[in-house]
Nanobody, 122 residues
Framework: VQLVESGGGLVQPGGSLRLSCGVS????????IGWFRQTAGKEREFVAG????????YFGDPVAGRFTISRDNAKNMVYLQMSLLQTEDTAVYSC????????????????WGQGTQVTVSS
């Protein structure tokens, strides 16, 4: 089982980025996915989540209305589209997988990717 994030980088405030999470080792539609972010000295923060089929999505309050999440089960990919980025969005972003529904609690996730750095700065 492996999750691999990509798409991070440096972006100016107000800009956009799309993060990708590639999943292997699962049956394609067997998992719920969450995106979390973390900065030094802080706990992981729930960013967004998407259900097995993609019919239900969830967002953390700081990103609601600015981020969207989607998935392509045929490609085993999950995407996090981030818009109107702010300096406060700077963090390492990680995707995680579990069964049993999207959870906002990172401790409920079984599998994690290595993370990708997103830096929002002028």
């Amino acid at each position: 089982v492996q999750l691999v994030e990509s798409g991070g980088g440096l972006v100016q405030p107000g800009g956009s980025l799309r993060l990708s999470c590639g999943v292997s080792g699962f049956t394609s539609d067997y998992y719920d996915i969450g995106w979390f972010r973390q900065t030094a000295g802080k706990e992981r923060e729930f960013v967004a989540g998407i259900s097995l089929s993609g019919s239900r999505t969830y967002f953390g309050d700081p990103v609601a209305g600015r981020f969207t999440i989607s998935r392509d089960n045929a490609k085993n990919m999950v995407y996090l589209q981030m818009s109107l980025l702010q300096t406060e969005d700077t963090a390492v972003y990680s995707c995680a997988a579990r069964n049993g529904g999207v959870s906002r609690n990172s401790n409920h996730y079984t599998y994690w990717g290595q993370g990708t750095q997103v830096t929002v700065s002028s």
